[in-house]
């Protein structure tokens, strides 16, 4: 059941905006009181009930879309970044990203359609999958870019919100450029989707062999960042809102070093692909039953977590040949 908007103190309101035909039901957008206009964390999906949804849930408070300053995007997911350029064409608002976030931005918006499936096919080859696999473009229609950033904010940055002071800290690792925000004069932060209360964020490695990245590390990394802080209230872009964000950051934490178990498990002195491995190890649907999507997501999560396993010394390549294959150091 979707929450309604809601006061909560101090010049901030949550309004959550609906992502159509998506198990996590809605996107919690958050916004801030300022002198000069308020300034939103986050903007929700591109669809027409979610513009109603944020149009409305703002009004309910006495905002008029038309007055927003600007919109700080936690990350470039759609369920984040897709109504950011509507608030900008509708108030003349900038869009503020992490430079990382950004450049994937602009890259998405300069390859098209044709260049970013021939990206896919030529990565899922190189997993191992099957020929049939991505004989069909993936399920569902395919979603447009969000908006370019008028402006990019990095680690340490204080937002442009006056009169207050929201602090920026990145927390790479859902994607390159997340970031965290850290409300100082209301001792509140805002997680984005880097620590929710109940799931854990998708951590994929995409193209699944991508050189001289580790997004794992990377978020389990800054899990432990923003665990040393002391906020009181964690208010994430997902669920419900919080308190004990050191106690959660360590579960979350405590899982994916399970999951790393797991797949150093299934690796052995015999070669395995990356997608003969994602289909060996547990999901919340039998490997049989994914659709070709959820299989992709699978892959990037297993390639994330294998190439933390690579990091640590456990996991090595055997060889080049394509497909890739892996076996224990």
Known sequence: MQPEPEDLGGGLWSVPVPIPDNPLAYTLVYALESPRGPVLIDAGWQHEDAWSALHGGLAAFGIDVADVRGVVVTHYHPDHAGLAGRVREASGAWIAMHPADAGI????????QGGRREFEL???RRAGAAESEPADRADGPRVSPPALPDREVSDGDLVDLPGR????IWTPGHSPGH???HLEDGDRIFTGDHVLPRI???IG???YDFPDVDPLSDFLGSLDKVSAMSADEVLPAH?????GLAGRAREIIDHHEERLAEVAALLSARPITLWDLTAGLTWRHPWADMSR????????????HLRTLETRGIARRDGTDDPLRYVLR
């Open 122 to 124: 030529t990565a899922l």
């Open 105 to 112: 931005v602009k890259l998405f918006r300069s390859a098209g």
């Open 200 to 202: 854990t964020p998708h």
């Open 239 to 243: 669920q419900y809102r919080f308190n």
């Open 179 to 181: 970031i965290c925000l």
């Open 293 to 304: 999507q959820s299989r992709r997501m699978a892959a990037a999560e297993a390639a994330a």
């Open 165 to 168: 002071r929201l602090r920026v």
């Open 205 to 207: 490695l995409y193209p």
